[in-house]
């Protein structure tokens, strides 16, 4: 499973895979969609569940914690469909944030810089 963080006395683990063998030779990812934080306080990990939109199935994401605000962020990663034959990779450019106190995900919307290109006045 993927731990994504520590903010204040809380960390927090999302949707992570788990390789599992089926056959001596043969692994198949398995998916959790469950939620944990764990309490530094107490030391000891709590399954939580999260109000809001949250993010798909997906690994290899970046994240960051924001401790003073008590929220982390949550950037790309990429969801694999496997079949015996083939597998079909999903690769996300979106970016989610997490509220830690009250557990709540928000997807931020991403827009493109300015453009920083002067315009030139014309002579008449």
């Known amino acids: 499973r993927r731990v994504h963080g520590q903010s204040g006395s809380k960390q927090s683990t999302k949707k992570g895979t788990q390789k599992e063998s089926k056959k001596e030779i043969e692994e198949k990812g398995k ?32 994240m960051v914690s924001q401790a003073n605000k008590k929220r982390c962020f949550f950037f790309g990663g ?19 944030e997490l509220a ?19 315009k030139e006045k014309t002579k008449q």
């Open 31 to 62: 998916e959790f969609t469950d939620f944990w934080c764990f309490d530094f306080d107490k030391m000891l990990w709590q399954q939580t569940k999260a109000s809001g939109i949250h993010p798909s199935a997906r690994s290899g994401f970046s």
């Open 100 to 118: 830690l106190e009250k557990p709540h995900w928000k997807e931020l919307k991403l827009k493109k810089p300015k453009s920083k290109v002067k």
């Open 78 to 96: 990429v969801h694999d469909n496997e079949t015996d034959e083939d597998l079909n990779s999903t690769f996300y450019d979106n970016l989610f």
